[in-house]
């Protein structure tokens, strides 16, 4: 039987890596493609998944995706699965440029090129976000009515949208936010519980919000996912059109994710100064209660994400040993 196909748009992020490296040690041995944009793929990727095939790509003008499959490689066929990491995954930077989050978080190029393969059987899966609710109420629902409050949040919900109108074969995993250890070649972006511990361990009082809440997600949990979504569409091949909360089980505030952290390390938990979020202008606004409810998730995949204390620990303990 031949290797399966599979494409990580947005390869060289903090998803797009750990997602390559759990691809290329699984015993189902993929055909790995993956995008970069800004720069080439570092040195120390490229080493982890040496057989993989990298291509640059622009997701806001289109440019790179290959028109002739066969000029991709000659090996590399109809991919099977597409996993879209890409994105301005930042807030404040979509504010910022509101045309351009647009362009590329909303991925029409990526679509299109999907759309070129005739004899479609790819599975798209696109990763979206928490930030597409309001925060008005905990523990939101898949059907609760999407209000973003800023940039990003409106443009996850057009993609979104963009990809149930013209896509057959999907499935949407809106994120919570993602933490795990480092990535092979490390991201320049700060890492959420890195940021907390380095910055307990100076030993100084540190601000965090009491009255911001989150459902976390360990970043191995969400690759077991997108394996799992990839794996039922490889063996079962029936199309899927799925949305789906991607959190882990615990809603916490931004203070007892700080606590969490200190726990594990020894912090002592008087540096944490527990602050009102509307004391501080971030420059963007940022949704206050988004907590998520995964019971889909938990019943269509059978999946059950780490609790946070134990995420921590092992985001902790696999940073240590590096
Ligand atoms: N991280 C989180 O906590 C979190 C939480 C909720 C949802 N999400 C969502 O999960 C996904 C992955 O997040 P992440 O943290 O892994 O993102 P990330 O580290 O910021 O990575 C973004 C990726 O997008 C690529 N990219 C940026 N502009 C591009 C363009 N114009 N054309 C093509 N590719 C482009 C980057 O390529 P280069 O590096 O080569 O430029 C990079 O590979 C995103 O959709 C994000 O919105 C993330």
Not at 141 to 154: H, L, Q
Not at 178 to 207: C, H
Not at 251 to 276: C, P, Y
């Amino acid at each position: 039987m031949s290797k399966k196909k599979i494409v990580v748009v947005g390869g060289t992020g903090y998803l797009g890596q750990h997602l390559l490296q759990a691809l290329a040690d699984s015993p189902h041995a993929y055909d790995l493609a993956f995008t970069f944009h800004s720069t080439h793929p570092p040195q120390p990727l490229l080493d982890a998944i040496p057989t993989s095939l990298p291509f640059q790509v622009d997701l806001k003008s289109g440019n790179g995706f290959p028109t002739h499959l066969a000029r991709f490689s000659s090996h590399f066929n109809l991919p099977d699965v597409v996993v879209n990491c890409a994105a301005i995954s930042v807030p404040r930077a979509c504010e910022t440029d509101p045309a351009t989050a647009h362009a590329i978080n909303v991925p029409s190029s990526l679509v299109k090129w999907l759309q070129s393969f005739k004899e479609s059987s790819t599975l798209l899966i696109h990763l979206s976000t928490d930030q597409v609710y309001e925060g008005e109420k905990s523990f939101y629902k898949e059907e609760d009515v999407a209000v973003p409050v800023n940039v990003y949040g409106k443009t996850k919900v057009a993609a979104e949208k963009y990809i149930s109108d013209n896509c057959p074969n999907f499935a949407i995993l809106r994120s919570s936010i993602i933490y795990g250890r480092q990535t092979v070649s490390p991201v320049p972006k700060s890492l959420p519980i890195q940021w907390i511990d380095g910055a307990l361990a100076k030993r100084e009082k540190v601000e965090f919000f009491h009255d911001e809440f989150r459902c976390p997600i360990y970043v191995k949990d969400l690759i077991t996912i997108i394996l799992a979504l990839t794996n039922q569409w490889i063996s079962e091949r029936k199309q899927m059109q799925l949305l789906l909360n991607a959190g882990g089980p615990d809603r916490v505030s931004r203070v007892q994710m700080a606590e969490a952290v200190a726990q594990f390390r020894g912090h002592e938990t008087s540096l944490i100064k527990s602050v009102s979020a509307s004391t501080v202008d971030r420059g963007v606004k940022s949704p206050a209660d988004i907590s998520m409810d995964i019971t889909r998730l938990v019943q269509t995949l059978r999946i059950n994400p780490v609790s946070f204390k134990d995420g921590v620990r092992l985001t902790l303990t696999a940073e240590t040993k590096q």
